[in-house]
Nanobody, 121 residues
Framework: QVQLMESGGGLVRPGGSLRLSCAASGNIYSIGVMKWYRQAPGKQREFVARIFSDGGTYYSDSVKGRFTISRDDAKNTGYLQMTSLKPESAAVYSC???????????????WGEGTQVTVSS
């Protein structure tokens, strides 16, 4: 079974940067669209960004120009480069991907457990 695991979260000062990673493991045939979401305490989960297998990207208005999503299919890993972080950027960031396992003909949705990002001085 394919699993996703995020890493790279932590504490950063306002205006700082972090790069999150989302590594897929298991018997992977291919990965389709990869997405990042975030959820702050007391708030609903919010879409952040997505990247298609052809490299096409899309961002929420709240992060456009500050965050960059990318992927390295050779490593089965997606990334979220976050710059100019604001206190309101603090949340648990989770990755989501459509993955196709070896021997399977369909893509299934997978979620990681999330990584905490704290923005504070």
């Amino acid at each position: 079974q394919v699993q996703l695991m995020e890493s790279g979260g932590g504490l950063v000062r306002p205006g700082g940067s972090l790069r999150l990673s989302c590594a897929a493991s298991g018997n992977i045939y291919s990965i389709g669209v990869m997405k990042w979401y975030r959820q702050a305490p007391g708030k609903q989960r919010e879409f952040v960004a997505r990247i298609f297998s052809d490299g096409g990207t899309y961002y929420s208005d709240s992060v456009k120009g500050r965050f960059t999503i990318s992927r390295d299919d050779a490593k089965n890993t997606g990334y979220l480069q976050m710059t100019s972080l604001k206190p309101e950027s603090a949340a648990v960031y989770s990755c989501n991907a459509m993955v196709r396992g070896s021997g399977n003909s369909e893509y299934v949705e997978r979620w990681g457990e999330g990584t905490q990002v704290t923005v504070s001085s």
